[in-house]
């Protein structure tokens, strides 16, 4: 057969039109699935393998083209149908309109994929680019004391006033965190007003001299960069609260809102040294938490209330230190627990309209009594005193995932991100709630944009690598884990790695020095390791020991990756039963 015979009978037999049909198929088939896998959360690689596997039977379907005829009697090979009797020329035609209808279809999709990208576009282009009118964002003052020691200080006034601005629920004020990432950094305003999203920004300097304060505050129009208004303070120190209320209120009317002067609550004044020991005990615990800063700031707060022990930002801060000292191992979870409750009723009897004070309540009642409904309602509570309060919004997106509303944590995380866009803590948030929702893509995102924030933070690394492990590359995860800078989780991931990499030896030396040098603190990570290893004896002997010693990471449980393959057991519900978590 020369090749112009071979030619021929390759159209004779529909080879041509049997390829073309299949390749109009399968373009229309991976139209569809890239169209519904946002809709049905189809898992990234499903659309990859589908694309591998229609490659692959491509060739058998040609062979099948070749050797085989759809006749009158069903499918027979080739070569046993007679030219006379083969209907290959209507199978041609039948196989033209099948080509025609779905290059129809195909265009169609076509179409509506452009459409359904450019409206996504466009959607993210409008929440990208549309300035809130109302927003503000109040940047850390200046410290132009001479000796410069009045930082702390600056920074406390800066952010009580950004506190009291936050109270009226018609303004959006951009975090403290996000807000004082600009501080020390050489930019123009109009720079830091894109990067925050906000229509003002309100600078100022203090200068606290003896017994004298002066501050002076401007507020700039952004789009123009202009300064539309500045006001300087010069009062005792004694009158600082009094100072804070009148720069709230300037800047409320300066923004043109139409709201009374009470409608910004008055800040419960306290004593001038014990709120100067506030500031700075506050500043300490910001700036570095380790258990030497933990000690440093419980003291000074300490010393503040034992002025004045009604200042509850103080008392609430004290509960927050006693908490982070649980998690570090510095005092145990009876001690933790019985303390912040302490505290938590003392601020309460002192003013119960401090939103921060019920969103620390709703943390205590999550992690110290597993009372998910309790942290619930007082979750509400804060957010009705205060809807943009951040922490409070945290809460109510840790209480949402807890109850299985993995969608509402999501999008109460994004509004956090819209209020403190650069707070590397946020993107980490939510970066771990897709990860528990088994998002793992956009948990990679958004860790990666948290580490971009803040390259030394602890566990962020963990989160990006057990994100990588679990779309299986492996050899990226290990690299990464190697950053992480808290020992335990970079052992806990890495012998996860191992096992997967079927290195054993390696996983296994990794497993026994979690379990040596970290029993008590990672009880859960380490039952978390061998859930992966298939080790349930080893699993549950781990979980048993983390509930007895009240691991707070138990909490995740239910929706921790790891124990996805045990959940359906009976076992592991009744251990979740023995946690005794109410809803």
Avoid at 519 to 527: L, R
Wanted: glycine share 2%; with cysteine.
């Amino acid at each position: 057969m020369n090749l112009n015979e071979f030619f021929n009978e390759l159209k004779r037999r529909n080879v041509f039109k049997g390829t073309v049909s299949y390749l109009v198929f399968s373009w229309v088939l991976l139209q569809v699935i890239a169209i519904l896998s946002p809709i049905i959360n189809a898992p990234a690689w499903f659309g990859k393998m589908l694309l591998i596997i229609l490659i692959v039977l491509l060739p058998v379907w040609i062979c099948i083209s070749w050797f085989f005829e759809i006749t009158a009697d069903g499918i027979k090979k080739t070569k046993n149908v007679p030219r006379e009797k083969s209907i290959s020329q209507k199978t041609g035609q039948k196989l033209n309109t099948f080509i025609i209808a779905f290059l129809a279809l195909a265009i169609i999709l076509l179409f509506v994929d452009r459409f359904r990208l450019r409206a996504e576009k466009k959607e993210t282009a409008i929440a990208t680019e549309t300035i809130p009118e109302k927003s503000i964002a109040v940047l850390p003052f200046s410290d132009i004391t001479p000796d410069k020691q009045q930082g702390y200080f600056a920074d406390g006034l800066a952010e009580e006033v950004l506190n009291s601005l936050v109270k009226i629920n018609e303004l959006q004020v951009t975090s403290r965190t996000s807000a004082f990432s600009f501080k020390n950094k050489a930019m123009d305003l109009p720079e830091i007003a894109k990067a925050l999203h906000v229509s003002y920004i309100l600078e100022g300097s203090v200068r606290a001299q003896d017994s004298t304060l002066r501050v002076s505050v401007n507020l700039v129009e952004t789009k123009t960069d202009n300064n539309i208004w500045s006001q300087t303070w010069e009062k005792e120190l004694k009158n600082i609260f009094k100072i804070q209320n009148e720069i709230a209120e300037a800047v409320a009317e300066n923004l043109q809102l139409r709201i009374l002067d009470n409608i910004i609550p008055k800040v419960k004044e306290s004593n001038t040294e014990a709120y100067e020991l506030f500031l700075e005990g506050r500043y300490v615990f910001r700036s570095n938490i380790d258990e030497a800063s933990l000690i440093e700031s419980e003291q000074l707060i300490k010393q503040s209330l034992a002025i004045d022990s009604t200042y509850v930002p103080a008392l609430v801060l004290l509960g927050n230190i006693y908490h982070v000292q649980n998690n570090y191992g510095t005092i145990d979870f009876e001690q933790a627990k019985k303390v912040t409750s302490q505290i938590a009723e003392r601020a309460i009897k002192a003013d119960s309209t401090y939103a921060e004070t019920y969103a620390f309540m709703a943390l205590s009642s999550l992690e110290y009594e597993n009372d998910i409904g309790k942290a619930a309602k007082l979750t509400n509570k804060a957010l009705s005193l205060e809807p943009n309060n951040e922490t409070a919004l945290h809460r109510a997106s840790e209480i949402a995932l807890l109850r299985g509303n993995a969608e509402e944590a999501i999008n109460i995380l994004k509004k956090v991100l819209a209020i403190d866009p650069l707070n590397a803590n946020n993107y980490y948030a939510l970066a771990n709630t897709y990860y528990m929702a088994k998002k793992f893509p956009e948990a990679e995102l958004n860790i990666k944009k948290s580490i971009k924030l803040d390259p030394d933070q602890d566990l962020a690394y963990s989160q990006l690598a057990l994100t990588l492990m679990y779309q299986k590359r492996y050899k990226e995860a290990l690299k990464v884990i190697e950053k992480e800078p808290l020992e335990g989780f970079q052992l806990h991931v890495q012998a996860m790695i191992y096992y997967f990499l079927g290195d054993t030896e390696k996983s296994d030396a990794a497993l026994n020095k979690l379990t040596k040098e970290f029993e008590k603190a990672w009880g859960f990570q380490i039952a978390s390791t061998y859930a992966v290893l298939n080790n349930e004896t080893q699993m549950y002997f781990w979980l048993e020991k983390a509930r007895t010693n009240n691991d707070l990471g138990l909490i995740e449980l239910p929706y921790e990756p790891t124990f996805e393959p045990y959940r359906d057991q009976p076992r592991f519900k009744e251990f979740i039963k023995k946690l005794n978590y109410k809803y």
